[in-house]
T-cell receptor
Framework: NAGVTQTPKFQVLKTGQSMTLQCAQD?????MYWYRQDPGMGLRLIYY???????DKGEVPNGYNVSRLNKREFSLRLESAAPSQTSVYFC????????????FGPGTRLTVT | EDQVTQSPEALRLQEGESSSLNCSYT??????LFWYRQDPGKGPEFLFT???AGEEKEKERLKATLTKKESFLHITAPKPEDSATYLC??????????FGTGTLLAVQP
């Protein structure tokens, strides 16, 4: 059981470049999430998918898009990277959407120069 | 505005020196409170869920408690391997977890 996996682990982009962060879970969870973590700030929700086929904006969605490819996979796309998107990105999954614990992946450290 | 505050920001303990971390919250409606442990360079690892005031959960040297305004993570006789950042998060609405900024715990041998 790998849990939640993310690729890549590290990435450096130039301003304006695009990239997709990949996330997969093998726990048969319905809900999946993308967060960013910045120094001095708590984890902030970017987008989430309550179930396969649905996606919704979180607290900080600007500059990002997501795709729930199937029940296992949830990707995060940066169309035109900006230095403000330098952060550590975490994917998480949970059984349900309310009061269920979330399980996190190992993270992707992204630097935009 | 919903808010979660953790204190202290950092805590240094000697091995065996028990202490508590605090998570205070002001939210419109608590559905659940979660504690996570995060090691450097890794994702948060789930520890506990608490749902109602008076509830307690234990795991090895850790015990989490919940009141109507705050939660405590008690660490009894800590070991160096307990060193990590401990995060608190509150579920206030469907799909909305509010995280605190964490307490960085260092346990020295």
């Amino acid at each position: 059981n790998a849990g939640v996996t993310q690729t890549p682990k590290f990435q450096v982009l130039k301003t304006g470049q695009s990239m997709t962060l990949q996330c997969a879970q093998d726990m048969n969870h319905n809900s999946m999430y993308w967060y960013r973590q910045d120094p001095g700030m708590g984890l902030r929700l970017i987008y989430y998918s309550a179930s396969e086929g649905t996606t919704d904006k979180g607290e900080v969605p600007n500059g990002y898009n997501v795709s729930r490819l199937n029940k296992r996979e949830f990707s995060l796309r940066l169309e035109s990277a900006a230095p403000s998107q330098t952060s550590v990105y975490f994917c998480a999954s949970s059984s349900g959407t309310s009061a269920y614990e979330q399980y996190f992946g190992p993270g992707t450290r992204l630097t935009v120069t | 505005e919903d808010q979660v505050t953790q204190s202290p920001e950092a805590l240094r303990l000697q091995e065996g020196e028990s202490s508590s971390l605090n998570c205070s919250y002001t939210v419109s409606g608590l559905r659940g409170l979660f504690w996570y442990r995060q090691d450097p360079g890794k994702g948060p690892e789930f520890l506990f869920t608490l749902y109602s005031a008076g509830e307690e959960k234990e795991k090895e040297r850790l015990k989490a408690t919940l009141t109507k305004k705050e939660s405590f993570l008690h660490i009894t006789a800590p070991k160096p391997e307990d060193s990590a950042t401990y995060l608190c998060a509150v579920d206030v609405a469907t799909n909305k977890l509010i995280f605190g900024t964490g307490t960085l715990l260092a346990v020295q041998p």
